[in-house]
C-alpha cells in the first residue's frame, strides 16, 4: 500500500503524547516544533511548542491511519469533501525547510488580518481593534483601534495576549 501524509487532530496539549502513542505502534509521524522564549512576570524560558497546536502529522498508508485514530491522545483524521485530508509531500518538506530557520518563524494561531481581537495583556490590555497587519520580521501585530471616532493603529509585540473576538 502507497503511504502518504495525514493530519491527526490530538487531544489539547497532547501532541507529544500522541506521538510517543503513534511511535508506539510504528507509524511514522512528524511533529514540527519551534523553540521560543516564554516571559513571565518573573522569568524568561526557552520552551519548545509545537507549531501546528493540536495537529500531528503521519506517512501512512489506510490500514495504519485507522490505527492511529484509536490512540487515546488522537481525536480523528481531517477530513476535507468527506475524505481524509491528504498533505502534498511538498507542503511537508516546505514545513522542514521553514524549521531551518527557526528564528524567522513567528506563529499567530487563529490570527489573521482584518479579524477583529481583544488584547489581553500589555498597555492595551481589554482594547478591541482590527488586525490590520501581521510583520514575522519585527514579530508585531499592527492593530487599527477606534477611540474617540478615530482610527489609532498601534504595534504590539507578537508576544502580547490577543483575543480573537468574531
Known amino acids: 500500500m502507497i503511504k502518504k501524509w495525514f493530519a491527526l487532530y490530538t487531544k489539547p496539549r ?7 502513542q503513534l511511535e508506539e505502534i510504528w507509524v511514522e509521524t512528524f511533529l514540527p516544533t ?11 524560558k526557552k520552551v519548545t511548542e509545537p507549531l501546528f497546536r493540536g495537529y500531528i502529522f503521519i ?9 492511529a485514530v484509536t490512540r487515546e491522545s488522537v481525536i480523528k483524521t481531517i477530513f476535507f469533501d468527506g475524505k481524509p485530508a491528504v498533505i502534498p509531500e511538498r507542503e511537508i518538506e516546505s514545513i522542514k525547510k521553514l524549521l531551518e530557520s527557526p528564528e524567522k518563524i513567528q506563529v499567530f494561531n ?9 488584547i489581553e495583556s500589555g498597555a492595551f ?6 488586525v490590520q ?13 477606534e477611540m474617540l471616532n ?17
Do not use: C, F, M
Not at 61 to 67: A, P
Not at 125 to 130: F, L, M, T
Open 125 to 130: 490590555a481589554d482594547v478591541e481593534g482590527i
Open 150 to 166: 478615530r482610527t489609532v493603529s498601534v504595534t504590539i509585540p507578537s508576544d502580547t495576549k490577543v483575543k480573537r473576538i468574531n
Open 14 to 20: 497532547h501532541e507529544y503524547k500522541a506521538k510517543e
Open 59 to 67: 506517512h501512512s498508508n489506510e490500514i495504519e491511519r485507522n490505527k
Open 110 to 118: 487563529g490570527i489573521s488580518q482584518g479579524i477583529i481581537v481583544r
Open 34 to 44: 519551534i523553540t521560543h522564549t516564554k516571559r513571565w512576570s518573573d522569568r524568561k
Open 133 to 145: 497587519k501581521i510583520s514575522k520580521d519585527e514579530n508585531t501585530l499592527l492593530v487599527s483601534i
